[in-house]
């Protein structure tokens, strides 16, 4: 949410930021964007006008585009965000698969996570 009465939220640091601290902000602009989606959505959805809902519905998409961005950039700085998102989803999909697969199907092996590089990510 906005911090206009925070006298601090947007000053520039006398330093620059460390890696570390690079990261640890743009973590922090990711979630704003996540909120800003979740935001414009829900008032896209209590509008009554059609424009308002137009409108709010693109700008909502125009920040899912902007945490792309951001997760792009976290990926390229972390060097392992793809590697352990995709493991995330490979066991939320093992996950699906026991939910809708008979008792007897076989379990699918888990992925050798070492072996990944974001090329063997990209289908």
Known sequence: ???FLNPFSGTV???KLTKE???RAI???LAAEHEAVHLYMAHAQA???PLAKKV???IADEERVHAG???RLLAILTGDEDALLAQGAKEVDEMALELSAPETAEKPEK???EEMTIGSLKK
Do not use: K
């Open 56 to 58: 709010l519905a693109d």
């Open 27 to 29: 973590r922090l602009d």
């Open 21 to 23: 601290e690079l990261i």
């Open 69 to 71: 961005e951001f997760a």
């Open 111 to 113: 992925p050798n996570v």
């Open 47 to 49: 509008a009554d006008d």
């Open 1 to 3: 949410m906005p911090e």
């Open 13 to 15: 640091p006398d330093r």
